[in-house]
C-alpha cells in the first residue's frame, strides 16, 4: 500500500522560510512525476512546483524565485524549500507523485505565513 507523508508545515513570519517533506512509503510502479499544491481557503487547488524524472521543473509564477522543489530518490522524498514566503502563501500543502497507473497525493501540511 502506498502513502505519502508530509511534514515540515508550520506558522511562519514573512520573509520566512519552510522546508517540506513528503516521503512514499510502498512502491510507485514507474513514477512520471512529482508535485507540490496548495489550496487556500475559498479557493482552487493549484499547482505550486513540480518535477520530472529528468530533473525538469516547473513553477508557479507566483512562487518563482522563492521556492525550489527537489527530490533525493534514495530516500524516496520530494521536498519543497520556501524561502521569502509572504502572507499569501498561506495554505494546505499536499504532494503528489503520479505514476504510471495511479494518482497519489498526501493528506497535506498546513502552511500560515503572518504579516
Known amino acids: 500500500q502506498v502513502q505519502l507523508a508530509e511534514s515540515g508545515g508550520g506558522l511562519v513570519q514573512a520573509g520566512g522560510s519552510l522546508r517540506l517533506s513528503c516521503t512514499v512509503s510502498g512502491t510507485i510502479f514507474m513514477i512520471k512525476g512529482r508535485g507540490w499544491y496548495r489550496q487556500a481557503p475559498g479557493k482552487q487547488r493549484e499547482l505550486v512546483a513540480a518535477?520530472?524524472?529528468?530533473?525538469?521543473?516547473n513553477y508557479a509564477d507566483s512562487v518563482k524565485g522563492r521556492f525550489t522543489i527537489s527530490r533525493d530518490n534514495a530516500k524516496n522524498t520530494v521536498y519543497l524549500q520556501m524561502n521569502s514566503l509572504k502572507p499569501e502563501d498561506t495554505a494546505v500543502y499536499y504532494c503528489?507523485?503520479?505514476?504510471?497507473?495511479?494518482?497519489?497525493w498526501g493528506q497535506g501540511t498546513q502552511v500560515s505565513v503572518s504579516s
Open positions: 518535477i520530472t524524472n529528468g530533473g525538469n521543473t
Open positions: 503528489r507523485i503520479v505514476g504510471m497507473t495511479n494518482d497519489y
